[in-house]
């Protein structure tokens, strides 16, 4: 292979990682829908990996995704947790962040 065409390949194969690298990761695929206690509700349509804020609050739970969803009491997912399976609807008490697995 000559050195030009081994130079793009290798261009080839760095603007591939980069554009992969660049694209958020989908955790799950899947309805998550959280609710407050006057009933009002969020919905998140294949939420993403990580940990997401809900600073009004929530108290429960429906996990329609295909991933374990964790709720915490914090808005910055620390503190006390408690993890909601896929196809659970749950009360989980007054929780103000969740966190989906990458």
Known sequence: MSKIMRGVVVAAAAAG???TA??????AAGLLVLRDAGQGRVAFNDPRAGCSQVRAGFVRVTNRTDAPITVYDDVSCQGQSLVVLPGADKNVGVRHSFSVPW
């Open 17 to 19: 990682l980069v554009s």
């Open 22 to 27: 660049a694209v958020p990761a989908q955790a």
